[in-house]
């Protein structure tokens, strides 16, 4: 009896992913429609707030090939005059230790390996908090981001993210919807491609490779965020679901939100744990030895306010299919 239901579920997903296939098919601009349906979200093999598996129903909705890019976010912001959050306020207590910030000029953090390591648990030996760091100065105030207009948009906060968003007449997807997109009509796989890490011998995301964090040996091609698009798109045609750059979700977040959430348009708890919303997708800093967070299921989060380096979002819209 199982066999039977595990060959029926398995042509479902195909006819699901097959019909979101098709409907895209004479589609241009920058936008996916994705028609909805049923799929399993979480997995039993990651972290503890990625499980107990469970069934999302999911409205269809639209939603960007790629991350939003630098000149993307430049037209928004030569547009509408907006000042992100790294350009004008400082931080009252870090994130990352919870310890009282000294007083300092505005800024965002950027990644720097330490020259010693402790424990990996502590991400405060290689994030810092570098007054003058912003999304038009990724890695400080000598920085630049002439000549990477194509790659994501870094150093935005949960604001920032929402800002945008609102002015494209778009918003931030739910977490399911975001996993739903992201698994690309595939369910219970590994990563957002299948089961093999890398087919052929190919990478097929932007992530870390070496002893993270002091060794980046970059065999995908790159040691920070690149250009959107670089690697193989998924199954619904989105690129860069896996690595790059972290992406913000509309969800706060919760580790045991799964076995309390609805399971129909899931849209996340009303509040978050350490007032966090969620991020998706993992980044070029994710590392087989450090974060798996590239996997699909994988779950982090962050303060609204935070603003890194390798994070980013992507917009979604609702609607019907024209």
């Not at 997109?181 to 190919?202: C, F, Q, S």
């Not at 993270?212 to 679901?241: C, H, M, Q, R």
């Amino acid at each position: 009896m199982t066999f039977f239901w595990v060959g029926r579920e398995a042509l479902r997903i195909k006819r699901q992913r097959d019909a979101t296939v098709e409907a895209n098919r004479s589609l241009t601009g920058d936008m996916v429609w994705l028609s909805g349906g049923k799929f399993t979200m979480g997995a039993t093999d990651g972290e503890p707030d990625e499980r107990p598996l469970h069934d999302v129903q999911i409205n269809g909705f639209w939603i960007d090939k790629t991350e939003v890019t630098n000149e993307q976010f430049a037209r928004f912001v030569e547009t509408t005059q907006y000042v992100t959050t790294a350009e004008r306020t400082t931080l009252k207590n870090s994130p990352l230790t919870g310890a009282a910030e000294p007083g300092q000029a505005p800024g965002a953090f950027t990644f720097i390996p330490p020259a010693s390591l402790g424990s990996l648990e502590d991400e405060s030996q290689w994030w810092h908090f570098t007054p003058g760091a912003n999304w038009r100065h990724p890695e400080g105030p000598d920085s630049t981001i002439v000549g990477r207009e194509k790659h994501p948009v870094v150093q935005v906060s949960w604001q920032d993210a929402t800002a945008y968003s609102q002015w494209a007449g778009k918003r931030l997807p739910t977490e399911a919807e975001w996993e739903y997109a992201a698994r690309g009509g595939l369910n219970h796989t590994a990563y957002v491609w299948g089961n093999e890490k890398m087919p052929e011998h190919r990478w097929m995301a932007n992530i870390w490779q070496g002893a993270f964090p002091n060794e980046n040996i970059a065999e995908d091609g790159f040691k920070g965020t690149a250009p959107v698009g670089s690697f193989y798109p998924n199954g619904y045609g989105l690129f860069d679901v896996s690595g790059n750059v972290w992406e913000w979700c509309a969800d706060w977040y919760a580790a045991d939100y799964y076995p309390k959430g609805l399971h129909k348009n899931p849209v996340g708890p009303e509040s978050g744990a350490a007032s966090s919303r969620v991020m998706r997708g993992g980044s070029f800093l994710s590392s087989d030895s450090y974060t798996l967070g590239y996997r699909p299921s994988a779950r982090g989060k962050a303060t609204p306010e935070i603003r890194r380096a390798d994070l980013g979002f992507r917009c979604v819209r609702s609607g019907v299919m024209p």
